[in-house]
Each structure stands twice: as structure tokens, then as C-alpha cells.
């Protein structure tokens, strides 16, 4: 090449340029909204951690594996069987008659995800399964902070996930369960469709769906949000956004039970075959009615009265929800939750397990605490924190009830 050549120089694409500053734009978002939720997601760790190793501690002290606990208990062990083999076991009951134990009672996200992650990392099962349910705690606290700053702040946000961290039943966020994989993507659908962000809301909300029974509430609040979003701007009929978010968030719940009722029962409907065989119904509450008269008349273990008591506080939290007037589809949530909890008949112990991502119930508490003096917020975690930590370690370690 002689000197004398030109080279031409390539005008940068302005079209390049704007997604490369978009993304940079996204990428500081992120990492500032990780900044202001640190703190809070910092005693969300140190309070499950304080409540695991008192829990550990209890379990060596009487001869028991902790790791077996948290990872292959009760519900755990259907999923780690469920990673292992796929779905197809199915156990008579022992005890009960009539009852039949059928694996497609529970979502595939939970188990599919510990088969994923067995696959790639070399741990086993009951280990992958441990990890999916921590780091979706991990991101369920940072949704549900979110969340919480997104309505009144950073102080309401931070005691938010502190409450929800030491609920009595918090262990449960601990364990290889789908409380927290449900409680984290329901969050982030939540705060999508709160900041307007239609389309990742149907699409965490069909993530939602396909990890728990109860994960229809996510999909609820989204055809809340979209009825309202239409009656105040005519205009978003034509936005493509709004109709694949609504689209997409009932699919993956209704598409597992129509697959799991044909492969069960081979009927569309026939997964509430399967539930009504393990001895689960939805009886709009008799069932519960007729445990808790027989607590009050009679007398049972300690978990069973807490379960009962864990249901009347979360009633009056709902109805102090509806006090403060928060946005529709939080509301529609929480109610949709509450409902499917109370409603249910059999495992009375498990309900308020089924509560735990109904956040939404903590958000009067943490608007209280946040107007009170700091000796009562600090009196209050603490109470919070021993009642948690305790009874933690009662559910799994002494107690011999299914969660």
C-alpha cells in the first residue's frame, strides 16, 4: 500500500451506539438498585443464617444430619425424586385410606432447576436443591425490598424483608421448598407490573405459575393491573406488551395442570384429582373451620396452634392491607393467596407455609415500625427474631409434622 492511499474511516453506527449506551444505562440501574437494597438483603442473610445454625446446632445436639433436614425432608424428598427421575412415582398411603401419593402434585420449575444445576455443578441432588432455594431467597428478599422501596421507601423496604425474614415459618425459606422461588418471582412480577413493565411481568409470572399451585395469584394481580391500565389509558389497547404480558402470565400454571390432569388422569382437569387423592381440596374453608374447633375443643401439638394463630394475625394484616389502599394488583395478590391458604382442606400445619409469599400481608407492620421510635423497631426484631430462631428449630428439628 502506497502512502498516498486513502483509507476510508467507518462512521460509527448510530444504532450501535444507542444499544451500547442503553445497556450501560441498564447495567448502573442494576448496580444502584443492589447498592440501596445491601443493607437490607444483609440482615435478611444474617438473620436466616443465625436461624440455620441454631437449627444445625439443635440437629447435631439429638443425633440428626442438618443437610438431610433442610434438603430431604417431607417435600424435599418428592423433589429431589422428582430431579432424579422425572415424574411417574406414585405411593398409596400407609395410613390413610383412599389416599394416593402421585408426584405430579408439585411444579416442575423447583425440581427442574435442581436438575440443572446437579448437572452442572458437581453436587448432588439434595446439594442443588439447597442452592435453588437459597439464591431464590436471595432474590426473592431483593424483590420483595423492592417492592416495598418502590411504594414508601427505603426504610419501609428494609424492615419489609427484615419482617419477612423472621416470620415463625422463615426456615422454611431455607429449605430445598418452593417458597422462595414462588416469593422470588412473583416479587420482581409484581414490581415489573408496578413500574410498568408489562411484558417481564407475564413472563416472570409465567415462571411463577409453573413453580407452585398457588403461583395463579402472580397471574391474578397481572389481569388486574392490565383491566386497570386499560380503563385509565384507552390508548395501550394497541400496545403488543400489554396483551403478550397477559397472555403469557396464566400459561405456565395452566399449562403444567391441563399436562399433569392428562398424564395423571388422563382428563384436562384431572390434576384436581390428584390433589383430591393426596387428600387436598379446595372446600372454601371447611375443612380449616372444623381443625380449628377441634384445637379450641381438644388439644394437639404446638405447631398445630401456631399455624392456628399464624391464620388470625395474617387475616388482620389483610384487613389492615385493605386500610392502607395499596395498588390493585397487590391487593389481588395477596387476597388470591389468602384464599387458596384459608380454603384448602388437610395439612392445617402446612398454611402458613403457604402464606410466606404473600409479603404484601407485612407491609401495615413494616409502615408502623418505620413511624416508631427506634428502641420499639429494635424490641420488636428481637422478639421477631427468638420467636423465629425457636420455632425454626422446633418445626424441623423436634417436630414430626409435615410442613
Not at 430431604?72 to 385410606?97: E, N
Request: net charge positive; aromatic share 12%; proline share 5%.
Amino acid at each position: 500500500m502506497s502512502a498516498d492511499t486513502v483509507v476510508p474511516i467507518r462512521a460509527p453506527d448510530p444504532r450501535r451506539a444507542a444499544r451500547n449506551r442503553r445497556r450501560i444505562q441498564r447495567y448502573e440501574r442494576v448496580r444502584a438498585a443492589l447498592r440501596r437494597a445491601a443493607p437490607a438483603l444483609a440482615l435478611y442473610a444474617a438473620a436466616r443464617l443465625t436461624g440455620m445454625s441454631l437449627m444445625a446446632a439443635w440437629a447435631w445436639w439429638v443425633g440428626r444430619h442438618p443437610r438431610t433436614l433442610l434438603g430431604h425432608s417431607w417435600d424435599g424428598i418428592w423433589y429431589a425424586g422428582i430431579a432424579r427421575h422425572g415424574y411417574g412415582l406414585v405411593v398409596p398411603s400407609a395410613t390413610s385410606k383412599g389416599v394416593i401419593f402421585k408426584d405430579v402434585a408439585f411444579f416442575p420449575l423447583f425440581p427442574g432447576l435442581t436438575r440443572a444445576v446437579s448437572t452442572v455443578l458437581p453436587v448432588g441432588v439434595v446439594t442443588a436443591g439447597l442452592l435453588v432455594a437459597w439464591l431464590s431467597a436471595g432474590a426473592a428478599a431483593w424483590g420483595v425490598y423492592a417492592v416495598g422501596e418502590r411504594l414508601h421507601g427505603r426504610r419501609v423496604g428494609t424492615l419489609l424483608v427484615v419482617v419477612w425474614g423472621l416470620l415463625p415459618h422463615a426456615i422454611v425459606l431455607s429449605m430445598a421448598y418452593t417458597e422462595s422461588l414462588m416469593t422470588a418471582l412473583a416479587a420482581w412480577s409484581l414490581y415489573a407490573t408496578l413500574t410498568g413493565r408489562r411484558l417481564w411481568a407475564g413472563v416472570l409470572g409465567l415462571l411463577a405459575g409453573l413453580s407452585r399451585p398457588n403461583g395463579i395469584a402472580v397471574a391474578a394481580a397481572i389481569a388486574c393491573a392490565t383491566a386497570l391500565a386499560l380503563r385509565r389509558e384507552p390508548r395501550l389497547w394497541r400496545d403488543w406488551r400489554l396483551w403478550t404480558g397477559l397472555v403469557l402470565a396464566p400459561v405456565g400454571w395452566a399449562g403444567y395442570v391441563v399436562w399433569a390432569g392428562l398424564y395423571a388422569q388422563g382428563s384436562p382437569f384431572g390434576y384436581f384429582e390428584v390433589q383430591r387423592l393426596w387428600g387436598s381440596r379446595f372446600d372454601f374453608g371447611q375443612g380449616a373451620f372444623t381443625f380449628i374447633r377441634h384445637l379450641i375443643t381438644g388439644r394437639d401439638v404446638m405447631a398445630y396452634y401456631m399455624s392456628f394463630a399464624v391464620l388470625v394475625v395474617a387475616l388482620v394484616a389483610l384487613a389492615f392491607l385493605i386500610v392502607e389502599r395499596p395498588p390493585a394488583p397487590l391487593l389481588v395478590y395477596t387476597i388470591v393467596l389468602a384464599l387458596i391458604a384459608v380454603g384448602g382442606s388437610a395439612y392445617f400445619a402446612s398454611k402458613p407455609r403457604f402464606l410466606l409469599p404473600a409479603f404484601p400481608l407485612l407491609l401495615p407492620a413494616a409502615l408502623a415500625m418505620a413511624r416508631a421510635r427506634q428502641r420499639v423497631v429494635v424490641v420488636t426484631i428481637g422478639a421477631l427474631a427468638g420467636l423465629s430462631f425457636f420455632y425454626g428449630t422446633y418445626l424441623v428439628a423436634v417436630g414430626r409434622l409435615p410442613m
